[in-house]
């Protein structure tokens, strides 16, 4: 698929000496979401500061949809909507006014009447005349959002978009990413709630130290290093796994109450079928049983692990 | 030229003006009132005329340019400083429009302001003494390059500061005091000779002679100095402001 932002060889040493990001090569296909991954300090808000035009790269290039974000940094930023990880708001304007005021500084024409969709999508309507002071946390972040969109942006980068806000709101959130997928905005997210990116993205990157480590199909990713486990509660317990069970690699827990068959897509280890005949045949009986597949958040604690 | 994001930035600026009318008018034309009380009407009767004029109607331009001196800085430092403050500098710094957009908005803002508070206090010495003006397309230019180039300076030290504290440093410790010593009061023909010499470093003196000189015809210096040493001011706060933004000097990383 066609990218939508192509980073190329992109590197940031800070005045302090920290090296943020180390050739960086990424490219953000048109009209997925991405989720960016990584532990603090490992690089994802440099990167998308860079991107935006708010660091500047000791090397490397960024183009977005073609145009060089530096050469041509009005082309590129006019189709970029930031949002970002501090609630950095004004304090005395209206809500309305704010948002109404990132439309025009991105070189739109007033719009109220995509003012009103914006602000009636992220539930701030009734918040409109009210001095972005008085907003709650949660709301402050909407706004960020709504900031975000004024200007119709193609691609918009949310920065750990959901962080502080309840759990109702963080699902209304995820729906509205959504429907502007479906109408043809490239998303980029950065987040800590791994449960987000596993529900949202369509492919995650992970970086670390300033390197990308990986990018993947979430689902291919998912499927390649994720573990899954059939657990089987016996009807007694055993001291030990039979030697006709050996191939399977199977482990004993809960003292000996219960049997766990780790296995993954590739079968290497025989299927679930042929595991289910040897229990039996080995007469072993279970009273139930159940499956459990590693989440995101285990596979990117693993991955990064492994890398370190 | 992205027009949206001028308009958009010069109207949010003016908008914050209005909200704080009593910090932004009121309060500067109270003070300036009292200088022509004060110095007009109860100390200014006491006084003999100054190069022919009143002294009541000589304080006149000296107390403009104070005002518009330090209100040009404070809200120019205050506008570009107070985003930073708060982080919403972001918004800006990630927004299709050119360092040259930025400067022009900000800076118009503020210069427009304290313009309209300059007037607003020459129209109020009205009240209080008795004004003439030679020069008005002069002493409209003298206000406007003023303001045009002490609201640059603003700029520069709204984006200096890492503190409220140095964004009243300077409008305090420096401006005003260069304002008062700059002959706002007096003429600097009235010093000693090594005061008058020391006088002539103090780059406001040049600005209230020529202001001066578009009220009355006269001033401390000629036209043709105040003129060229107000260009000059314009000149080098302008290159510092290009370096500014060609180093992006506390505004990227």
């Known amino acids: 698929m066609e990218a939508i932002i192509s980073i190329r060889s992109i590197s940031k040493t800070y005045a302090t000496g920290f090296k943020a990001l180390d050739q960086v090569d990424l490219d953000i296909r048109r009209g997925e979401i991405f989720a960016l991954l990584g532990p603090n300090g490992a690089g994802k808000t440099t990167l998308i500061s860079i991107v935006c035009g708010l660091v500047r790269a000791n090397t490397g290039q960024v183009l977005v949809d073609g145009h060089d974000n530096v050469a041509d940094y009005r082309a590129a930023r006019a189709m970029i909507g930031l949002v970002p990880q501090e609630l950095t708001t004004e304090a005395f304007e209206s809500v309305w006014d704010t948002v109404s005021f990132s439309r025009r500084l991105f070189g739109k024409a007033p719009d109220p009447a995509h003012i009103e969709k914006v602000l009636k999508d992220l539930s701030l309507w009734d918040k409109r005349h009210s001095r972005v002071m008085t907003l709650s946390g949660g709301m402050k972040r909407r706004l960020l959002i709504a900031k975000a969109l004024s200007h119709e942006p193609r691609i918009l980068f949310l920065d750990e978009p959901t962080a502080g806000v309840d759990v109702a709101l963080r699902a209304g959130m995820w729906d509205l990413v959504r429907s502007l ?3 043809g905005v490239t998303i980029i997210l950065t987040t800590h709630y791994l449960e987000e990116a596993e529900e949202m993205a369509d492919r995650i990157g992970v970086i670390d130290k300033g390197r990308i480590v990986l990018v993947e199909d979430k689902t291919a990713l998912m499927r390649k290093l994720g573990r899954k486990q059939l657990i089987l509660q016996l009807a007694q317990p055993l001291e030990e796994v039979p030697t006709a069970l050996a191939r399977y690699h199977l482990e004993l827990a809960n003292g000996g109450t219960e049997l766990i068959y780790s296995y993954d897509d590739k079968g290497e280890r025989g299927s679930l079928a042929e595991l289910l005949q040897d229990l039996g045949r080995a007469q072993i009986v279970f009273r139930d049983l159940h499956t459990t597949q590693s989440s995101l958040e285990e596979i990117f604690v693993e991955l990064i692990g492994t890398k370190r | 030229m992205n027009r949206h994001a001028v308009a958009a930035i010069y109207a949010f600026e003016m908008a914050r003006w209005r909200r704080t009318v009593m910090q932004s008018i009121i309060s500067p034309v109270l003070s300036t009132t009292l200088y022509f009380v004060v110095f007009g009407a109860a100390i200014g ?36 400083y107070f985003p930073r403050f708060t982080g919403s500098i972001y918004e800006l710094l990630s927004a299709p429009v050119s360092y040259v957009e930025v400067l022009l908005s900000y800076v118009g803002a503020a210069a427009t302001k304290s313009i309209i508070l300059g007037l607003i206090i020459l129209a109020t010495a009205t009240l209080f003494v008795p004004l003439r003006i030679d020069h008005p397309v002069w002493m409209l230019i003298f206000l406007v390059l003023t303001a045009f180039t002490f609201s640059l300076l603003g700029f520069i030290i709204g984006i200096w500061a890492d503190g409220f504290e140095k964004l009243q440093l300077v409008p305090l410790l420096i401006i005003t005091p260069l304002a008062f010593l700059g002959g706002s009061f007096y003429s600097i023909n009235m010093l000693p000779p090594l005061w008058r010499t020391i006088s002539l470093f103090n780059p406001v003196v040049y600005l209230i002679s020529g202001f001066r000189w578009s009220f009355y015809g006269q001033g401390d210096v000629s036209l043709e100095v105040s003129l060229l040493m107000t260009f000059g001011f314009l000149a080098l706060f302008i290159a510092i402001v290009a370096w500014i933004f060609r180093t992006g000097y506390r505004l990227k990383a």
Do not use: C, E, K, W
């Open chain 1, 181 to 183: 997928r479906a109408s």
């Open chain 2, 45 to 80: 009767s006491h006084i003999p005329q100054v190069d022919g004029v009143s002294y009541g109607a000589f304080i006149v331009p000296g107390l403009i340019m104070l005002s518009v001196l330090t209100q040009s800085v404070s809200n120019a430092s205050f506008g570009i």
